[in-house]
């Protein structure tokens, strides 16, 4: 297992999006991130399931938990420009990850033991988008023994009440803050920190 600050400074080498699509809220979770939370998971034994990134983007999660030992890992995104680099991702970090083209809404899995899932969905904050975070937890709640993901600040009432409807339970909350580059013109700010919440959901 890898210290957190090894993980982080490993993280450092993922490239991001080359054109960030705003409709399906393309942003990398930072090396930093992206390490507390996979190093937190590797304390909890979590990364002896095999691991389900959803919604992989360029990798950060999916070669983060494949650095640190995830017994296996599978990645899902919709989107071929990001499962391209992420490819070039793992090659350069020398892990092995199972890509999965597909969209998470219609989940193309069928997985034969309960999996941990580490996701950083869209917050389903655009329009065309509304309501992406409740199908990413959906589908999570169909194949996850225990999952990790971020979501926006204030979110607390609604995972609960959605992971009590599915038989689950909040077991582990903390704050983050995402660092979201300037990726389109109406951003007039290079960086915008924004207040997130991690959660990790054991399902029934
Ligand atoms: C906030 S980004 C996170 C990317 C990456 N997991 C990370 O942590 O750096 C959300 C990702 O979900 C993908 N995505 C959005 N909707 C999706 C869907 N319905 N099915 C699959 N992937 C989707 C986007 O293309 C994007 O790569």
Request: proline share 4%; aromatic share 6%.
């Amino acid at each position: 297992m890898l210290s957190r600050r090894e993980l982080a400074v490993k993280l450092e080498q993922v490239a991001g999006f080359d054109e960030p699509r705003l409709e399906l809220e393309q942003y990398t979770t930072t090396p930093e991130i992206a390490a507390s939370i996979i190093h937190e998971a590797s304390l909890r034994d979590d990364l002896g399931r095999q691991v389900v990134d959803l919604g992989s983007g360029t990798g950060m999660l999916a070669i983060g938990a494949a650095l640190d030992g995830a017994r296996g890992v599978c990645a899902v995104e919709m989107d071929h420009q990001a499962i391209a680099i992420a490819v070039a991702n793992a090659r350069h970090l020398g892990v092995r990850i199972d890509w999965v083209i597909g969209d998470v809404r219609n989940l193309p899995l069928c997985v034969d033991q309960p999996v941990t899932v580490i996701m950083n969905p869209p917050f389903g904050a655009q329009l065309t988008h509304r309501g992406a975070d409740r199908a990413f937890l959906r589908a999570t709640a169909s194949i996850a023994a225990v999952s990790y993901s971020i979501h926006n600040a204030g979110s607390r009432s609604f995972i609960e009440a959605f992971v009590d409807d599915h038989d689950g339970v909040v077991t582990h909350a903390f704050e983050v803050d995402l660092e979201l580059p300037r990726q389109h013109d109406f951003h007039r700010v290079p960086k915008k920190q924004q207040q997130a919440e991690v959660y990790r959901i054991e399902w029934g």
